[in-house]
């Protein structure tokens, strides 16, 4: 999950000015926590608490609502309804990173990941994009390889991983769904090296370049067995004391610091 957290941080100044390089200064100045961070740690709350996903995430938006939340995700935060919105666009699978670390079997994870999704995301390319991210966290927390990773997300979920990350490189565009912004975050993890490449490998994609980084930081985090403490001691810092104190709970439970 700080995976995730901090990829969105890096992340955050490229999204409307996308760079295609990995050759960027790692915190801008201008760097802040989206709504990928903030629905994020909405849900690893939830987890925590055993409140429903729906309730803190509309609780999540009304506490934090400049966080750059999608239209769809606004309407519906800010209105009386519950019902979900039918979106397979990538927000299911940016928020979904604490799943991937609090259940036990894949099993679990599948199911919980697809409830996190359903609350909005009921189309079934939400659910799937946010099940593979977590099934990736899931599979990377727990040993296992990179081609294990891949024939998995494959296998189950249909993503083409097969392509070399410099041919995705080039003819990468703009891409908000779930098809057209999970499979890229997950190639950008396996090509790395590193958590730190892995985010600036997502980022250079362009796009929607918070989010990717998002996702593919999670993964990372989960592989590399966390993140580097010089990232992290400049990062969550700047996470104010509500959200820091959810982020220190769930780590601490879920040993995923």
Request: hydrophobic share 40%; charged share 20%; proline share 5%.
């Amino acid at each position: 999950m700080i995976g995730a957290i901090i990829g969105d941080y890096i992340g955050s100044v490229y999204e409307r000015r996308n760079i295609r390089t990995t050759g960027f200064p790692l915190i801008d100045p201008f760097c802040a926590f989206t709504d990928d961070s903030i629905l994020t740690i909405a849900l690893a709350d939830s987890i925590l608490s055993g409140t429903d996903y729906a309730t803190l995430l509309k609780s999540y938006f009304h506490r934090y609502p400049k966080a750059g939340y999608g239209g769809a995700f606004q309407e519906w935060a800010a209105s009386p309804r519950t019902w979900p919105y039918n979106s397979w666009g990538n927000g299911s699978a940016m928020r979904v990173s604490p799943v991937g670390w609090a259940y036990d079997t894949l099993e679990e994870v599948l199911q919980q990941a697809a409830g996190s999704a359903a609350v909005t995301h009921n189309h079934p390319e939400g659910v799937k994009g946010a099940q593979a991210i977590a099934t990736a966290v899931f599979l990377a927390r727990t040993d296992q390889s990179k081609d294990a990773i891949r024939r998995t997300i494959e296998e189950t979920f249909q993503y083409d991983l097969s392509e070399s990350f410099d041919a995705l490189h080039a003819r990468y565009v703009w891409d908000v769904s779930c098809q057209g912004s999970v499979p890229p975050a997950l190639m950008a993890f396996l090509a790395s090296e590193g958590y730190e490449d892995a985010v600036r490998k997502a980022i250079s994609l362009g796009g929607d370049s918070d989010t990717i980084a998002c996702m593919a930081g999670a993964v990372a985090q989960a592989f590399y067995g966390g993140v580097p403490g010089k990232i992290k001691k400049q990062v969550l810092p700047r996470l104010d004391p509500p959200l820091a104190q959810v982020v220190t709970e769930f780590t601490a439970r879920y040993h995923c610091g």
